[in-house]
């Protein structure tokens, strides 16, 4: 006969075995749910179709080709070509190129025929940029100090509309200093019209025959609101 330890020891194997086929049956179990789901995602059919959607060339939404109303591009149809904005307003430039000594004196003076003007059809910003070349002709010991304007007109020499200045220092070799000066200056106008923008200037200090303004290029923009 077998002893209470014989068959203690068979019971303790057999739940042991009982516990493995337990483990991998919930297992398998675990990776045939993940093999239908992946299966259900791949074949699954396709959903109730959608709403219409409104063509970009259908400005009233009815769903129908309304001619001339929706034919943006004057083709005679309403498609995709009608789909585009209409072209922005062209801006306008207006360009003078001055070359040519013109003494600068100790009062304002403006550079003859360095201006621009440009017309405008109405309200916006002009932009008036300039690059302006002197020379100066400098005496050791005296500063040479040039103030200059692009001004709304001749001979203004308007302070506060964006000063420009070329100088050089009283410790410097005497001799011409060619300068070169960049400058920018913006309008806002609230009417069609015509502008003009000149260069004007003086020296405030070491003024001499040989202070010149020697080329310019000045350029206007016009910036429709």
């Known amino acids: 006969m077998e002893s209470m330890e014989g068959r203690e020891e068979i019971a303790r194997a057999g739940m042991a075995r009982d516990i493995r086929v ?10 045939l749910a993940v093999i239908a789901i992946i299966l259900a995602l791949m074949f699954r059919g396709p959903g109730p179709a959608g709403a219409p959607g409104t063509a970009c060339w259908d400005l009233n939404q009815n769903g129908r080709p309304d001619i001339p109303l929706e034919d943006r591009n004057g083709d005679g149809t309403a ?3 009608d789909c585009a904005g209409r072209p922005g ?5 207006a360009y003078v190129e001055q070359e040519g ?10 550079y003859a025929n360095a201006n621009v003007s440009i017309t405008v059809p109405g309200p916006g910003t002009i932009i008036a940029s300039a690059t302006i070349q002197v020379t100066l002709t400098h005496s050791a010991g005296t500063e040479d100090l040039l103030w200059i304007f692009i001004d709304t007109m001749p001979t203004a020499c308007t302070l506060g509309s964006r000063l420009l200045i070329a100088n050089v220092e009283e410790a410097e070799g005497a001799g011409n200093y060619i300068e070169t000066i960049p400058g920018i200056r913006p309008l806002d106008v609230t009417s069609a019209g015509t502008y003009s923008f000149y260069i004007d200037g003086f020296m405030v200090n070491g003024q001499s025959f040989g202070d010149e303004f ?10 429709p609101l």
């Open 22 to 31: 337990n483990r991998a049956l919930g297992i398998v179990a675990v990776v």
């Open 89 to 93: 307003e062209q801006g306008l430039v």
């Open 79 to 81: 498609n995709v070509g």
């Open 101 to 110: 000594g013109w003494t600068i004196n100790a009062t304002c003076t403006h």
């Open 214 to 223: 020697t080329r310019a290029e000045l350029v206007a923009v016009f910036y």
